[in-house]
């Protein structure tokens, strides 16, 4: 497939874009569909281990994609290791698939709502439809939510409501390490810890370094949310168990 560069950023919401956006959930729904009539769990976990597998081969062909596009090694590590948030966060769907790793499952949760879901809505990349580099952009960040749909839908995984300052808890030390990272690199912004993505994103409206910390409160916020239909969920059944008990 030809790489086909892009001037600028992608354009939001064309189609393109929004079949990108569609198969974030509809991927993971699917195979729960699949596979919810099967009662032994061998199938859900040969499955899981084939998505985890299929996206671990799949990140390393987009960093060899990106290393071919950098002018020098040293480009390649400023801009181009798979440490920033989402690609973390894809790594411990993966273990979560494997392990089926609460922690892991929490990490990839979290992070995958709060930060992954925005990176598909508004894409920071420059690479156009239909380049490897779209594909890759789009597969990478896509798989985050599909393995924490399909731990969650096949899997059964959930998270608590502990589970959203274990996430920032892990969050903030990814940061602290980040940040470590990006001063030994120098000239590195892993986590845009020292300059905003170029992408037109509602996230990053304070200057820098402002953003950082307001970023941090809203990780909060945006956790909760992402919590908010289990708690709903346990609360209806625990109406339903009131009633039943009642009766």
């Excluded at 089926?100 to 992070?111: G, K, M, T, V």
Aim: hydrophobic residues 55%; proline residues 7%.
């Amino acid at each position: 497939m030809p790489v086909v560069p892009f001037i600028g950023h992608i354009p939001y919401f064309d189609a393109p874009h929004w079949v990108a956006i569609v198969s974030a959930p509809l991927v993971p729904i699917l195979l729960w569909l699949v596979l919810k009539s099967q009662e032994e769990d061998l199938w859900k976990d040969r499955v899981a281990y084939i998505l985890a597998g299929l996206l671990f081969f799949h990140e390393i062909a987009y960093r060899v994609f990106h290393y071919s596009t950098c002018e020098s090694t040293t480009e390649f590590f400023h801009h181009s290791l798979p440490i920033n948030i989402c690609p973390l966060a894809l790594f411990a769907g993966m273990i979560a698939l494997c392990r089926r790793s609460q922690l892991a499952y929490e990490i990839a949760y979290f992070w995958g709502f709060a930060a992954t879901l925005n990176s598909i809505l508004t894409p920071d990349i420059t690479w156009a439809f239909p380049s490897f580099g779209f594909f890759g952009y789009f597969v990478s960040h896509c798989g985050v939510i599909w393995s924490i749909l399909y731990a969650t839908l096949v899997l059964k995984m959930r998270p608590e409501w502990k589970s959203i300052w274990r996430a920032f808890g892990a969050l903030n030390v990814a940061v602290i390490i980040l940040a470590a990272i990006n001063i030994a690199l120098g000239g590195a912004n892993y986590a845009f810890l020292l300059e905003a993505p170029e992408a037109d994103t509602p996230f990053f409206f304070a200057p820098w370094p402002w953003y950082i910390p307001v970023l941090g409160v809203l990780s909060v916020g945006m956790f909760a949310l992402a919590y908010l239909p289990f708690h709903f969920m346990d609360q209806w059944k625990g109406k339903n168990s009131a009633e039943e008990f009642a009766e």
